[in-house]
């Protein structure tokens, strides 16, 4: 399996042979890091892809600026297992964290401790979804690499109920507009230190129920969906007031700001494929993103290349040059070459994989009332399940070929599809599997299935999704800790 993956880490080796082979290296870039996120914004969710009612001036204006994606994807199609790619660049089913609401397993090594250990201040603000945001857990974002966090278990509402770094705070106002507070905050006080930062902003909109400040919702007025078409709005106010917060402080030119969503969108009519959340079709997966760094992106672009989430971690290392070592292995490629222009193709196929498992439920607001009642009345909040104690723990064995669920492998502009549908009296081997193939350039929406005129390709790429699932087994039963 090693094999799949030598591309995925080879500027690794080429880095650790280049320093014993004591070559100087030219010093690596230390630019801030921004990484915004979205919470269920489609990929036609914006006006810069064509919606006809959206107003997102600021992320029109960062994709006119920068480098702007219309093949990125999200790693899974629902929250947590994407956030846990962008952490460790790795399949989320890797770690367990299947779907929402499964914490990612704290032997992965984040994103945030590596920059950490770089040198870098790290920050958290808005949805976490990763685990816990009580003290003392081992899934919470100090666990997980970050020095300052204002988090939420989940998705959160304006007004909201966060946790600051494990003590509940009440806030006041419209929810991304408070995370971008939060992260602009941290990002003034690390550039008043001459600190690097990496500054994570996941925001808690446009998840249902959809609550839009009126300012935002105005503009809608006798829309269908005016409350959703707000909160997007109200998104790209926060994105608005981090860019201004940038500029003032006059790091703007020398800031990675990336901008994606979790998951596909709520509406299939702008989710720029077929279905929507949930789905492992094209409108669960496709999602915007752009990357605006104006001292390396001088000239503004649209790339075709194919990119997802989990590519997030090994760009960032490959640009900062950090030694990576005993890194498990990666699902994620450095899109370094694609951000320099040197190629608008990816060179790997990617692999998505939605597994048979239920979500865990998280409700945010409930759980944060509970820890500032106790706080309150001057109690220890203890609740073990919440602080989720045993995330560490391997609690069961997948045998090889358990290719439960949904899964595909999109290797542009083909994408093959290997759907499951158990019996109760079948084991996973037995299960019915149907098998769809794709031409995405020719046919974005799959609707025409090719499977039976390309028989040979099919058989290739089964091959190697069944290949990168059985290494995603390996590493879901604990063999890369």
Known sequence: MKSLFAAHVGWLSLFALTCCCGVALAEAPRPNIILCMADDQGWGDTAY?????LKTPHLDAMAAGGLRFDHFYAAAPVCTPTRASVMTGRHPNRCGAFSWGHPMRPQEITLAERLK?????????????????????????????????LSAYNFYDNDPLLSREGTAVELQGES????????????????????????????GSPHNPHRAAPQDRQLYAGQKHADWLGEITGLDRAVGK????????KIVDDTLFWYTSDNGGLQPASTGGRNKKG????????????????????????TQAVANTSDIYPTLLDILKIDTPSQPPLDGVSLLPVIDGQTDQRGEPMGFWKFTARGIRTPSDAWMRDLLKA??????YHDDSRLVLDAAEIKQQYEADHF????????????????????????????KVTIELYNLQA??????????KYPQRVAAMREQLEAWQNSVLNSLNGEDY
């Not at 892809?49 to 009612?53: I, R, T």
């Open 375 to 380: 706080q309150q009345a001057g109690k220890d």
């Open 117 to 149: 250990a770089a040198g870098y201040a790290t920050g958290h603000f808005g949805k976490w979804h990763l685990g816990s945001v009580l003290k003392g857990s081992p899934v919470n974002p100090t666990a997980a690499g970050f020095d300052h966090w």
């Open 49 to 53: 892809n064509g919606h006809p009612l």
């Open 176 to 203: 991304s507009i408070l995370t971008a507070n939060a992260a602009i905050e941290f990002i003034k006080d690390q550039n008043a230190k001459g600190q690097p930062f990496l500054a994570v902003v996941w925001f």
């Open 404 to 431: 439960v669920g949904h899964s595909a492998w999109n290797d542009w502009p083909w994408k093959l599809h290997r759907i499951t549908e158990p019996s109760k009296n079948q084991s996973a081997k037995d299960s």
């Open 242 to 249: 981090l860019q201004a917060a940038l500029r003032e402080e």
């Open 279 to 302: 789905s492992i079709y094209e409108g669960g997966l496709r999602v915007p993103a752009i990357i605006q760094w104006p001292s390396r992106i001088k000239t503004p672009r649209v």
């Open 443 to 452: 046919d974005p929406m799959e609707t025409d299935n090719v499977a039976n």
